[in-house]
């Protein structure tokens, strides 16, 4: 990491012994900033690079739906998957899931799903409860006659 104040100091510094005719010194203070500089843009390519893969992957989150269980991706109105939960939360990978009889298997590593029971699949009924706020609370308010 190389500050841009290093950077202008360094100038300056090449500036004042070209012009106190010390060219030797001034060249080679000279051929380490360009060094440096390099340095800059390939750290600033590599960062615009890592920026680019960043916003994919928010992108791609917009479009991932977690299930309690698995990802499934929801893409121009289509649903995709399932996906695997355990590769997408620790590599940012979509590995399909394999379905068997009773299960779901990643093929990647090996993780299995259990398939939804037939139970869980209609909605259930919360039992309503009795709003405690329900009571009536009696307001009196005596007014003295004076
Ligand atoms: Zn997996």
Redesign the pocket.
Known sequence: MFSTLYQATGFKRALDLFEAGRFDEGRALLKSLQDEFLAVCDENQALKQQLAEVAEVLDLAEKVQFDGQKYWLEEDGERKGPF?????DRDGLL?H?HRHENHWE??????LYMLPHESEKSPQKKPRMRSTLEKTVPLFLEQEMG
């Not at 695997?84 to 997408?88: D, G, I, S």
């Not at 990643?106 to 993780?111: A, E, F, V, W």
Request: hydrophobic content about 25%; charged content about 0%; overall charge neutral.
């Open positions: 695997c939960q355990v590769c997408y590995v899931l990643c093929q990647s590593c090996h993780g």
